[in-house]
């Protein structure tokens, strides 16, 4: 059980484009889904948290206008990356949780790897 | 405060051998502490996770032992095999939100 699905998988386009990532709860539903980034070799890095109806919480230093997320219902989560530069490029995960608390593990997707010609 | 650090940062060990990851913290705000598993080109698995009131926790070959005082956990892989060769990540979280350590590459040699 307890299954996230990302989608793309890989993704390349060009500079400038705009790029969506989907991430769904398969077989649960999703209070609060979070969104990371992982660089080669690197840690994840945590951009933004968001509750199904409400406006996502950012971490200090990522740009919002950059990284829209929507979380329209409890079983799905959308991030699109705006007008995407080689910068960008990056391994970018999702995890889906029931729960406000830790009492509720994370569950991660297979991440999306995005690559900016 | 909300740094997990990690270490190794990299380990090669023998098939059949034990292999041990150690994390620390400094947030005693922090009340779960899972451990996850990373292939090449994946989402992070959680392995095994543990509460601050319980000093080890067993499942399978995976154990975790706790020190609450010293405010360290560590990962120990029984029986490594080549199959456990993977990323390990160690995390600490309040409320929801984890914070990640940097990651231990785990080379099981056979």
């Known amino acids: 059980g307890a299954v996230v699905s990302q989608h793309p998988s890989r993704v390349i386009c060009k500079s400038g484009t705009s790029v969506k990532i989907e991430c769904r709860s398969l077989?649960?539903?999703?209070?609060?889904m979070f969104w990371y980034r992982q660089f080669p070799k690197k840690s994840l890095m945590l951009m933004a948290t968001s509750n199904e109806g409400s406006k996502a919480t950012y971490e200090q230093g990522v740009e919002k206008d950059k990284f829209l997320i929507n979380h329209a219902s409890l079983t799905l989560s959308t991030l699109t990356v705006t007008s995407a530069h080689p910068e960008d490029s990056s391994f970018y995960i999702c995890?889906?949780?029931?729960?406000?608390?830790?009492?509720?593990?994370?569950?991660f997707g297979d991440g999306t790897r995005l690559s900016i010609l | 405060q909300q740094q997990v650090k990690q270490s190794p940062q990299s380990l090669i060990v023998q098939k059949g051998g034990i292999s041990i990851i150690n994390c620390a913290y400094e947030?005693?705000?922090?009340?779960?502490f899972p451990w996850y598993q990373q292939f090449p080109g994946k989402g992070p698995a959680l392995l095994i996770a543990?509460?601050?009131?319980?000093s080890e926790k067993k499942e399978g070959r995976f154990t975790i032992s706790f020190n609450k005082s010293a405010k360290q956990f560590s990962l120990h892989i029984m029986d490594s095999q080549p199959g456990d060769s993977a990323t390990y990540f160690c995390?600490?979280?309040?409320?929801?939100?984890?914070?990640f350590g940097a990651g231990t590459i785990l080379r099981v040699k056979s």
């Open positions: 077989d649960f539903q999703a209070t609060t």
């Open positions: 543990i509460r601050p009131d319980v």
């Open positions: 995890s889906a949780t029931t729960g406000s608390n830790s009492n509720q593990p994370q569950h």
């Open positions: 947030n005693t705000a922090f009340d779960y």
């Open positions: 995390a600490a979280s309040y409320g929801n939100k984890l914070v």
